[in-house]
């Protein structure tokens, strides 16, 4: 059964950058149609981005458009989230859900990742 583990989440100040990264210990993620999803406190959880399998089509949120990249690494099999200009308000837990289907930001991916916590403060 595919396994999503993320990381790279962290403390850093506003403006700053992080990168996080989905990764699948023993499956490869090439085929596979990967969101990128974030939950703040006392928030319903909300789709920030995701990469297809099969075109690589993209798509980010409004939130984070022009902000956050999204990319695959074959070689190192991983799907990475690129966040840069982070704000208070991008702080949340993220992450990475994985699906055979065409799903774009929608929740009823298969798989999903624990989380990792990304802070932006002063």
């Known amino acids: 059964q595919l396994q999503l583990v993320e990381s790279g989440g962290g403390l850093v100040q506003p403006g700053g950058s992080l990168r996080l990264s989905c990764s699948a210990p023993?499956?490869?993620?090439?085929?596979?149609?990967i969101g990128w999803f974030r939950q703040a406190p006392g928030k319903e959880r909300e789709g920030v981005s995701y990469i297809s399998g099969s075109d690589g089509m993209i798509y980010y949120a409004d939130s984070v458009k022009g902000r956050f990249i999204i990319s695959r690494d074959n070689g190192k099999n991983t799907v990475n989230l690129q966040m840069n200009s982070l704000k208070p308000e991008d702080t949340a837990v993220y992450f990475c859900a994985g699906d055979t289907h065409y799903l774009g930001l929608g929740m009823e991916y298969g798989y999903w990742g624990q989380g990792t916590q990304v802070t932006v403060s002063s």
């Open positions: 023993g499956f490869s993620l090439k085929f596979y149609n």
